[in-house]
């Protein structure tokens, strides 16, 4: 009886052994992956704090942009040349239009003066330029009829002009950036909430998204007005 007692003991001694070695074959894996978890938390974090960083209440305003505060931004590309688009806040201001007329390659632009125009039936809606410079592309895609990408992508896809501007230097001090675009988003938004009707108001103090087209909202018959008054045209 002592063989077959060594024998199960042994047996038993050899399950036991292999359970141990599953367990550690899969709990290894699961410790890497919880590792890993852990060592990605603090990059995730980062990054969603860069992201809630660039958004003011439901405005998008990228870091590293410059804002005119007429509503046009400015990206520095390589050399003198410089990408210009209508910001996030200008797309929802005015919603859909028609068509935006550009300015031709060649053209001189003035900062502050007007850069192009957003066509919608019998309305035209002038917008200043945020640099001076000559023109040296258009993105006719975002411009056409009616514009395609401007509203969903309006710093990549949606950028206007490409502008090659000398005085590129001078013109930034007369631009926002960083904390300080913020900061004028956030006064903007304020305005914006004083010119709203009770009922639009209380929807976007709410967390509701901003209505595309929110100066129609507020006056169907005088947008247009109300949209000058934000791009200071």
């Not at 002038?126 to 056409?144: F, H, I, K, Q, Y």
């Not at 929807?203 to 007005?225: F, H, K």
Request: a neutral charge; glycine letters at 10%; charged letters at 20%.
């Amino acid at each position: 009886m002592i063989p077959n007692d060594l024998l199960t003991m042994y047996s038993a001694k050899a399950v036991e052994y292999l359970i141990a070695v599953t367990f550690l074959l899969l709990f290894m894996p699961f410790w890497s992956f919880v590792n890993k978890e852990r060592a990605l938390a603090p990059v995730a974090v980062a990054a969603l704090g860069r992201l809630l960083d660039r958004v003011v209440e439901w405005f998008t305003v990228p870091s590293d942009l410059f804002f005119h505060p007429g509503h046009a931004w400015v990206r520095a590309d390589d050399g003198n040349v410089v990408t210009v688009g209508m910001d996030d806040f200008a797309h929802k201001l005015v919603g859909g239009v028609s068509a935006i007329s550009l300015p031709a390659v060649g053209s001189r632009l003035g900062q502050g003066e007007k850069g192009w125009s957003l066509l919608s039936g019998s309305k035209s809606i002038d917008m200043l330029s945020p640099v001076d410079g000559t023109v040296v592309a258009v993105n006719e895609r975002a411009a056409g009829l009616p514009p395609t990408n401007g509203r969903d992508d309006p710093y990549r896809e949606g950028w206007l002009l490409k502008v090659r501007a000398p005085r590129l230097s001078a013109n930034t001090k007369q631009l926002l950036s960083g904390a300080l675009a913020r900061r004028w988003m956030e006064e903007v938004c304020d305005g914006l909430r004083a010119r709203m009707s009770p009922d639009l108001g209380r929807v976007y103090q709410d967390g509701g998204l901003p209505i595309e087209g929110m100066a129609r909202s507020m006056d169907p018959a005088n947008w247009d007005q109300i949209a000058r008054e934000f791009f200071l045209t």
